[in-house]
């Protein structure tokens, strides 16, 4: 079966524990009530803390009182659960979840440690990204690619988004405008995997499409990378 997530990583600086008492922490962080903001789920696996933060976040809906024949605002709280895996080999936190709940996973993360622990980007950009891939034993092809500045002739400066039939034409633009990619997706052959897509769009973070069972070794194998 096939599965497209998107995976989102920061460099996280400042711990100076071991795995086991980082685990021992969290875990002494549940979620509660009261703070609206806590820990679920706590394991170990593979050198890896996996976790579920479960964040409360109040809502706001307008609710009609036939009787008083008023609209009022009534509260509604939304709950939402964020994976968020550790990886202190590394010095990486990582999650599937969007931008802005890895960034509430965060504030949980600061408040867990007395040490100042600060969270910093993990170069993803797209050109970079396509330079690590190079490196390792995979087979990697351009399929598509956007440009912030193309130059079409002298006065015609845009955006262009392409679908490419030959890898070698989207090598030649990378290097020719490099610091203006915003957007690459590749299809990569390994001798592990079967073909999957990487597609690179912001800094942080990139998407994969491949077999379910692929998608944690291929994160693994691109986590020991950046």
Known sequence: M??????????????????????????????????????TYVHIEDDVIVTKVLVRTPSYVQNYNSQENVIEKKVVNVYEEIELLMDLRYGLIYSTSSSIKFSKARSLLRNCFKSKVVFKNVDCSPEKVFERIQLLDWKAFITDLSIKKFVYKEGAIGRLSIHLEDSQVGKELIERYSGSISRLTVSIESKAFSEFFLSVTSQNSFAIRCQETNFWPIVNTIKENL
Do not use: C, M, P, Q
């Open 2 to 39: 096939e599965t497209k997530k998107t995976i989102v990583f920061n460099r996280i600086i400042g711990l100076d524990s071991d795995i086991e008492s980082i685990a021992h922490v969290f875990e002494s962080k549940k979620y509660t009530e009261n703070a609206g903001i806590g820990f």
